[in-house]
């Protein structure tokens, strides 16, 4: 298949929410805010024996920039179909450490925002490049109104940039009244990699200026990881 078929095979998958690649990424992201991050990253400690079950990693990381955002954290548990996250739901929510959970960050958490998201399938396939812990992460949340055709001006810009970085595509729901659909990360060892990685934007927006709009974006860092 040529990259345009298989592209559109992705999104065709995506729209009726049965996409289930090898090696995808499906899950839930929550933007909080925690007055007592120590205490709230305990209290997901916990609770991840129950996700670790259901094949479910949750990764926790600190915000670094958000703009105007309230988030101090970003909070995914993923695994590698929605099937995963319907798994995870049903063990959790009848669960003591679900219980345990909730009375734990009462008081502790304000959620300024949450996603479903899945991949679409388009990387640039350097994965293997993000190897620290404590690696940076960049999402750049959008709403577009051809897929498709940002997908294909998005394959191009990976195709240019061949920095140290990972570049992956995700769509999203749930987000809300002008919440986006589509939320790009990108994700590098260190800061001076991530944004130094920025050739090629100038055809990229004027390909995508008139099927994009901006709606939020913000850089945080891996803090822990709960397996």
């Known amino acids: ?17 049965t996409m289930n690649f090898a090696n995808a990424q499906s899950g839930i992201g ?34 670094v920039a958000n703009g105007p955002g309230t988030a101090t954290h970003f909070v995914s548990q993923q695994g590698d ?6 798994n995870f739901r049903q063990l959790s929510l009848d669960s003591p450490e679900f219980s345990e959970f909730n009375s734990a960050v009462q008081g502790n958490r304000t ?40 997908l294909e001006a998005l394959e191009e810009l990976m195709d240019v940039n ?10 999203t729901f749930g987000t809300g009244l002008g919440g986006g659909n589509i939320v790009v990360v990108n994700s590098a060892n260190s800061l001076e990699e991530l944004l130094t990685n920025n050739k ?19 850089i945080y860092q891996t803090i822990a990881r709960f397996d």
């Open 200 to 218: 090629g934007y100038d055809v990229f927006i004027e390909k995508t200026i008139d099927i994009r709009t901006p709606i939020a974006n913000g």
């Open 30 to 63: 929550y933007y909080v805010q925690a007055d007592n991050p120590a205490a709230y990253i305990q209290a997901i400690e916990k609770l991840s024996s129950v996700s670790a079950s259901a094949g479910i990693q949750t990764v926790v990381s600190v915000a």
């Open 162 to 171: 061949d920095g140290d970085v990972y570049m992956q595509t995700f769509q």
């Open 111 to 150: 959620l300024t925002a949450e996603v479903i998201y899945n991949s679409l399938g388009v990387d640039n396939g350097k994965a293997s490049v993000v190897t620290s812990p404590n690696s940076y992460s960049w999402h750049i949340h959008l709403l577009v109104t051809d897929i498709p055709a940002y």
């Open 81 to 86: 179909a929605l099937s995963d996250v319907d």
């Open 1 to 17: 298949m040529t990259r345009l078929v298989l592209k559109l095979f992705y999104f065709s998958l995506v729209s009726a929410l």
